[in-house]
């Protein structure tokens, strides 16, 4: 998702001056493209930019990348802007922005609801949490991710985002399961499943994932663009918001379930579609399926 964000900015001329990754070939790779500087150390990433975006996998990391002491995006941060993509618990992005404020810097969060063919093309639907005059700040690098600005809805102050994002990617979730359900359900009966996709389409069992996964789903391929471990790690932060307001959710426990299971069994980084290995007859766990990464048409996959 980075990379791809990265590379949009730098179409649309903006000037994309230092890149950091977890794993230096994959920054020193883009740098190398993008004529940009690959920094070793996060520090160095704020030093080079006035604006930093950041898109990291789980709230242990951000907390790591805006660590309070040692290597940390922290360091001369002060008039700096960050925009912090990732989907994470609303109280991460909370104390992100304390941290930010004390060290005299900006944060807003830009959660994504899209995958990285959206990130590429400047199609990403941006849920924008944060300060309105933040917001108009960094207006034209949003603008330039989500179709001029067409895609992007500021949803209101740090946290409101993270927990609008976490309930998208919980429906998405349910969706995804009760899908995989249906179509291994079928399958079982002996319905043909093209005929059965095709059904579905023009009912109430249409939906969005039945357009992104259900023919994977059908022919195992589970290419990875949004990963069952992260499905995993959203479900739960949703389940979480769940239980400290005190109202139940027992179907985003189930659909939690599954995806936790997906990860206990080795198939987390499948993508989400994956889930279908657990309720198709003759596949399962310990039958792990084909990860082709076959060329797709623009706009599969879209919608985490």
Not at 138 to 165: N, Y
């Amino acid at each position: 998702m980075g990379a791809n964000m990265a590379r949009r900015l730098k179409d649309c001329g903006f000037h994309v001056t230092v890149l950091h990754d977890a794993r230096p070939g994959v920054a020193e790779g883009l740098a190398r493209e993008l004529g940009a500087a690959a920094a070793g150390t996060l520090a160095e990433v704020t030093c080079g930019a006035d604006v930093v975006v950041t898109v990291v996998t789980d709230d242990k990391a951000m907390d790591r990348i805006f660590a309070r002491k040692g290597d940390t995006l922290l360091k001369g941060a002060k008039g700096k802007v960050f925009v912090n993509c990732a989907t994470l618990s609303p109280a991460m992005h909370v104390e992100v922005e304390k941290r930010a404020m004390r060290a005299g810097a900006a944060t807003l969060e830009a959660c994504m609801a899209s995958s990285i063919n959206q990130a590429r093309n400047g199609t990403l639907y941006l849920m924008v949490g944060g300060p309105e005059s933040v917001v108009e700040c960094v207006r034209p690098l949003l603008a330039a991710l989500s179709d001029e600005g067409k895609l992007m809805r500021h949803i209101g102050p740090t946290g409101r985002a993270a927990q609008l994002k976490a309930l998208v990617n919980m429906v998405m979730n349910i969706n995804t399961a009760g899908l995989a359900e249906g179509l291994g359900l079928a399958h079982a009966l002996g319905l043909d499943l093209a005929m059965v996709r095709e059904v579905f389409s023009q009912t109430g069992a249409a939906s969005r994932v039945l357009v992104t996964d259900g023919e994977d789903m059908q022919n195992r391929d589970h290419a990875c663009f949004f990963s069952a471990a992260h499905a995993a790690k959203d479900s739960g932060i949703a389940h979480e918001l769940g239980r400290k307001a005190g109202i139940p959710l027992p179907l985003a426990k189930a659909t939690l379930g599954q995806y936790r299971r997906m990860v206990a069994s080795g198939l987390g980084e499948l993508d989400k579609s994956g889930v279908s290995e657990l309720t198709f007859k003759g596949r399962g766990p310990r039958k792990k399926a084909a990860s082709r990464k076959s060329a797709r048409p623009a706009g599969r996959k879209a919608g985490r």
